[in-house]
């Protein structure tokens, strides 16, 4: 059974973000990132899977997209969403994992998606993409 506000509407809108020119800064701000989480009223998310989510989505950037970095944590109507946005070029997100163990093109995103209540990416205008990660409610078990 979940335990989130999931029958609540929230409009928060822009709860945390973390814009550099530098992708390893947002990993420095990892726990703030679960910090804004953790404060926001009313929201039970796995904390553990927003972690994860946001690692790896994180270390995408880093691994294939160097340059700036723009995070943040949205709150709109029933649902907090991650977006992560660069300046590399936009890809069609199929989520697997490679074929072999060793590899590890698409681990990350393959990751992040079984951790998310759902990921897409989208272009951005001017160029550049934005990956939207829906954050999954915490379980009550």
């Not at 822009?14 to 420095?28: G, I, M």
């Not at 697997?96 to 209540?117: K, M, N, T, V």
């Not at 989208?122 to 954050?135: D, P, Q, V, Y």
Request: net charge negative; aromatic share 4%.
């Amino acid at each position: 059974m979940s335990t989130g506000n999931i029958h609540g509407m929230c409009n928060s809108g822009l709860l945390w973000k973390c814009e550099s020119q530098n992708p390893l800064t947002a990993l420095e701000r990892h726990g703030a990132f679960l910090e804004s989480i953790r404060q926001h009223a009313g929201w039970e998310v796995d904390e553990d899977a927003a972690a994860v989510i946001f690692l790896e989505l994180v270390a995408n950037v880093i691994k294939h997209s160097p340059g700036p970095i723009r995070a943040s944590l949205n709150c709109n109507a029933d649902q907090l969403a991650l977006h992560v946005e660069d300046d590399g070029n936009l890809f069609a997100l199929e989520p697997r994992l490679p074929p072999s163990a060793l590899d590890e093109g698409g681990r990350g995103l393959f990751i992040a998606a079984q951790y998310a209540s759902a990921l897409r990416v989208e272009g951005r205008s001017g160029g550049g993409k934005i990956t939207i990660a829906i954050l999954p409610e915490k379980l009550s078990g």
